[in-house]
């Protein structure tokens, strides 16, 4: 099982709270999540299902690569972070 | 008569009162929260507040208690892509345009004879209907499919848009929209249908033999009178026009002091003939001639103006108001409307004098009364 964390920015708007999931791709893991919260899908994901312009995904500290397909490959031991990029917080 | 003016900004959203003798702010709401719009629905007194999150996208909440209280309900989405399709190139930035909510630039309500029917205008360039108060939303999928429309341009940002959108109050099947960049398209048949129309708007900025393709109009607000649907107004890139047929011809109206240019425009709901704009300097520098706020109103359908001037700062002011910067009333007297510079003024007599109700808030993106 994967952990996925959420970055506490999300918090005061849908609460994500850690869980572990399980799956083999990044995309598995985080349609597991959303199963059970699907307003956080719209929160880290568009539409299409890419992850969001101005957000990242760490699977075990390395950036995810694939951020349209969500292929990237998760271990049964690692941990997801779910973040804000520096981009995209206008003042 | 409305005595309550609602106010979208960077960092929230801000409802105004208008008390025994002056207009005050009474509540804040969202602060911190970047609300790129407010609609109030005077059917059921219903508000919308779009957000733009930034980094978690673009999200919507109404509030069916005068903004007691708000929930969130779900945004307008694009459907996925068909199979194999290759959508082209934005023009001018030479990549694909994403099937991806950018944001909510405008919503009407429908007509009074269909309850519940809410339009939403986005970047990059759908336009949604909903038929129950915003519950659920569907992409117009004739003009989206339209092959014109993928020739939209951009404009300040990276996405063609929809700003506005005007239901003809004699017909709800009848809806004029304003895109940027693509001119003024009409449906009569409730969206089944649109048709591309903007005769006579000129486009300086192009190449000279396409100045006059109504399809890369930079059209910046499109209002209609309530009284007249036939006639509408436009605060274009290039400068103002009128239409006195149901937007089928424009006439550009030129040599207008201090400015042509400018971004929002208000039309009298029982008077065609008035209308009223802000005007900054063209184009590149968008802010207030000589540091001067001043309101342009035409009373005689635009062959002459007033510049208004009582009230608003006149010395070192470089206030931009936008597109959905300012409104009016179901009176026709009472006008409001903020600028970038987080300042707010209203008007009680069509203009002729103005209030400061505020010169410390966010930058303003939209101002709204609440309607009856």
Known sequence: MATVRFTRNIQRHVECPTREVSGFTLREVLDEYFRENERARGYVLDEQGKVRQHMVVFIDGDLVRDREKLSDRVEPNSVIDVIQALSGGKI | ??????????????????????????????????????????????????????????????????????????????????????????????????????????????????????????????????????????????????????????????????????????????VSIGVSTGGVWITRDGGNSWELTGQGMRAEYYPVEQQFDPNVQDVHCLVQCAANPDVFWVQHHNGMFRSIDGAASWTEIKDVKPSVFGFTVAVHPKDPHTAWFVPSTKDEKRCPTDGRVVVNRTHDGGQTFETLRQGLPQEHAYDLVYRHGMDVDETGKRLAFGSTTGSIWVSEDGGDSWQTVSSNLPPVYAVRFAKS
């Not at chain 2, 609602?6 to 207009?23: I, Q």
């Not at chain 2, 194999?84 to 007509?111: D, H, Q, R």
């Open chain 2, 1 to 174: 008569m409305s005595d309550r003016f609602y106010v979208a900004t960077r960092k929230g959203l801000f409802t105004v009162d208008r008390r025994v003798s002056k207009w005050s702010i009474s509540r804040a709401a969202f602060v911190g929260d970047n609300i790129t719009l407010v609609m109030h629905d005077p059917r059921n007194g219903n508000l919308f507040a779009p957000f733009n999150h930034g980094h978690f996208g673009i999200k919507l909440h109404r509030s069916t208690d005068h903004g007691e209280t708000w929930n969130e309900i779900p945004a307008p989405q694009y459907p996925p892509m068909p199979e194999g399709y290759v959508p082209k190139p934005i023009p001018f930035f030479n990549k694909p345009l994403e099937w991806s909510l950018k944001l909510i630039w405008n919503m009407a309500p429908g007509g009074p004879d269909e309850p519940g029917v809410l339009w939403c205008g986005t970047m990059p360039g759908g336009l949604f209907k909903s038929e129950n108060n915003g519950e659920t939303w569907e992409l117009n999928r004739p003009l989206w499919d339209h092959p014109k429309r993928e020739q939209w341009g951009p404009n300040g940002a990276e996405w063609p848009g929809i700003h506005s959108i005007c239901v003809d109050p004699q017909d709800s099947q009848h």
